[in-house]
């Protein structure tokens, strides 16, 4: 059975640290949304240039460019041995194509990170990201530190201003937190606590995975 596996949260759950670890530990890869139109962004192509506006501001892509994207991107070889999806549905538009997309595949295993809103704002206003290869930057770091993996300067993401994480998180009650309603009725579906050290939420959601794929299999759920 491939690992299909899906991280949903609010911005500064750590899906993105959490998604990065278990992605390199399976040697599958890691698939985030935010990070394609960060690329895309950096790069200046079309998608890019319209996206900086609506990232800056801490609103959504419209469901249309973000479903093309991770249609192509989930069909590519790579991504057919497994994947980590991050950040992607944020909407119900999405998953719905997903499932679509997904079909004839084996099931998804979805883990929800759930942290109190407080501490997501904590996080957000101190997090630091490479400027070079977009890796995030450990809490406890000592700001003027070089990134660890490429020695690039740490900067402050754009849209980790207070005003647009306040923005961002009010998006993600509307709009992607109905996710969770829409994915828990299925047996692959798992929430873990992710206000905890990063190393004990690895190994929660390691334990997660594999009780999900337990469900998937007693259940006989099909891709
Ligand atoms: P992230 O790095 O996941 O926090 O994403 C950064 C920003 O990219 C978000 O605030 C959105 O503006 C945009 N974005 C990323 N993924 C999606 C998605 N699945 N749907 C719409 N917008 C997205």
């Not at 890019?48 to 989930?74: F, P, T, Y």
């Not at 929430?191 to 999900?212: F, H, K, N, T, Y």
């Amino acid at each position: 059975m491939t690992l299909n596996l899906l991280m949903l949260g609010p911005p500064g759950a750590g899906k993105g640290t959490q998604a990065e670890r278990f992605a390199r530990s399976r040697g599958i890869p890691k698939i985030s949304t935010g990070d394609i139109l960060r690329d895309a962004v950096q790069a200046g192509t079309g998608i890019g240039r319209r996206a900086k506006a609506v990232m800056d501001r801490g609103e959504l892509v419209g469901d249309d460019v973000m479903i093309g994207i991770v249609r192509e991107r989930l069909e590519r070889d790579d991504a057919l041995g497994g994947f980590v999806l991050d950040g992607f549905p944020r909407t119900v538009a999405q998953a719905s194509a997903l499932d679509e997309i997904m079909d004839g595949r084996d099931p998804l295993i979805v883990v929800d990170i759930v942290v109190p809103e407080l501490e997501l704002v904590r996080r957000l206003g101190t997090r630091m990201i490479c400027e070079d290869c977009g890796a995030n930057a450990p809490v406890a770091g000592a700001a003027e530190a070089p990134c660890a993996k490429c020695g690039g300067r740490l900067v402050q993401r754009a849209d980790d201003n207070q005003a647009v994480v306040l923005e961002r998180l009010k998006v993600y009650h509307h709009m992607s937190e109905p996710l969770v309603e829409y994915y828990r009725v299925r047996p692959t579906f798992r929430s873990i606590d992710g206000a905890q050290p990063p190393d004990r939420v690895a190994a929660d959601l390691a334990a997660a995975i594999e009780a999900a794929g337990h469900g998937a299999v007693r259940h006989g759920v099909q891709g």
